[in-house]
């Protein structure tokens, strides 16, 4: 066996030696046709880096995975398909396999003209990011921090728990508090990682005012989890108006914030290649 595995090996180095040359020819040729087509296939390498993202996160996770997990698979298939101006777009956890399919074939069958001008897109303005990503998660980040509101987990605390024992509240509230971290904090560190994955993509002026409203989103989160847990350990409820001012102060002004900067990102889609 020994024999037949050192005969294995010379025949390997011979075959590689005889290809070396070719290969090495070939090499400045592939070279220059990779830099020819980076623009047009820039498109399709962010698609397919999303797609490993997917596929690494469902492996890891056992076919599942968190809030964190489903924002950063969302937003990055998100990007590419406004980029190439596709409604493939991820709405739920139940979108990402039909979507991403869909998406798929959308940049296969793109012309190699709308190819160059969506990787332009993609690459040098700050549109994609901003609409299909960052947007999106401030606007849905203020459904779920503005209180009072359906999608807003203290509210909800307060209206399931009136006149319940104290066992009972503490135990809720901790349900609630990991609800918050998993969801409302997760998004608010996907909104900080996007602009930090990207960041030459928006100008200066735009990123402070995203990292402004993340600021005055988490500062009224925090203190809706500390209200939370005042009212589960004290049951005092005529201490809330002042709490509820104070988070209500920090949410309005990620709010107005945001209103500023969606006319300011729409006016500059007027601007070819604005970053």
Known sequence: MNRHFTIIILISLLLVGCSHNQKTASANDDSIRETE???DHSLLSAYSAAMETYKTTIKEQDASFS???YYTIRDSFNIVAY???SDAVIQSPDDIIPMTEMLRKDLEAMTEEDTKAASQSLHTTGQPLYQAAISRNLHELVEKVRFPSEKNKLQSFLSNNENQSSKHMLTQSDITISSIKEDEYAQLHQVEKLLATYPNHLTKSDTNSIL???????ASLDMQVNTLIN???T???ESMDKKINTFV???NKAELKLEELDEIMEAEKKIPNSI
């Open 212 to 218: 402004f409203i993340t600021k005055k989103l988490r």
């Open 37 to 39: 087509n980076e623009q």
């Open 235 to 237: 049951n005092t409820p």
């Open 83 to 85: 980029a190439a101006e």
């Open 67 to 69: 809030y964190a997990d």
């Open 231 to 233: 009212y589960a350990t």
């Open 249 to 251: 102060g920090d949410f």
